[in-house]
């Protein structure tokens, strides 16, 4: 399996604009989760998929962030307008609920830079 | 809410030193434990996992061991090498995990 793949895998923008992270799921996988990294912060959930449904967005950190998920292979986060401080790595990760212990597998990241 | 405890790095060892990384977590019950290791400039790896009490996760010479009566998971490995260097983080959970913040380990030659 070609793992969790996750594109671009560099973005810099300038602030105000949108950006779109992409992120294609291990097959059969049925959560999707997006976290955010920074130094600051460490480790954040931003938000998590079931099935397609959004189930828990709490971590989302304002309405400039948006996540879809319409079907089992492709999510976006989207981040319209975009600012400085949105500079991060985001992070996309799969798992399988069948399993024992639901192991989540990360894709490599997508570094944002915000200017 | 719940929460996962790492000790603060980084830790700086020599090649062939002994390595602990200390984890506690507040979940009740008997979440799934993992370790997790994020080499510079890529995702975090499953490194090793345990689910239920007194199991022993191992991998590439890493082991932890779920207990129970300390609510712990620690990490540990025998003899480090310098490719070891990387950040590991602690979680626990189900379908959702609770990370702890990381521990930056540097292993020198």
């Known amino acids: 399996d070609a793992g969790v793949i996750q594109s671009p895998r560099h973005e810099v923008t300038e602030m105000g604009q949108e950006v779109t992270l992409r992120c294609k799921p291990i097959?059969?996988?049925?959560?999707l989760f997006w976290y955010r990294q920074t130094m600051m912060r460490g480790l954040e959930l931003l938000i998590y998929f079931n099935n397609n449904v959004p189930i828990d967005d709490s971590g989302m950190p304002e309405d400039r962030f948006s996540a879809k998920m319409p079907n089992a292979s492709f999510s976006t986060l989207k981040i319209q307008p975009s600012e400085p401080r949105d500079s991060a790595v985001y992070f996309c990760a799969s798992s399988f609920s069948a399993g024992s212990t639901y192991e989540q597998y990360f894709g490599p990241g997508t570094r944002l830079t915000v200017t | 809410g719940n929460s996962v405890t790492q000790m603060e790095g980084p830790v700086t060892l020599s090649e062939e030193a002994f390595l602990t990384i200390n984890c506690t977590y507040t979940?009740?019950?008997?979440?799934?434990l993992f370790w997790y290791v994020q080499y510079p400039g890529e995702g975090l790896q499953l490194l090793l996992k345990a689910t239920k009490a007194d199991d022993k996760g191992s991998n590439k010479g890493f082991e932890a061991t779920y207990r129970k009566e300390t609510t712990s998971f620690h990490l540990e490995k025998g003899s480090v090498q310098v490719s070891d260097s990387a950040v590991y983080f602690c979680?626990?959970?189900?379908?959702?995990?609770?990370f702890g913040t990381g521990t930056r380990l540097k292993v020198l030659a």
């Open positions: 979680a626990e959970g189900t379908y959702k995990y609770i």
């Open positions: 979940a009740t019950g008997y979440p799934s």
């Open positions: 097959s059969g996988h049925d959560y």
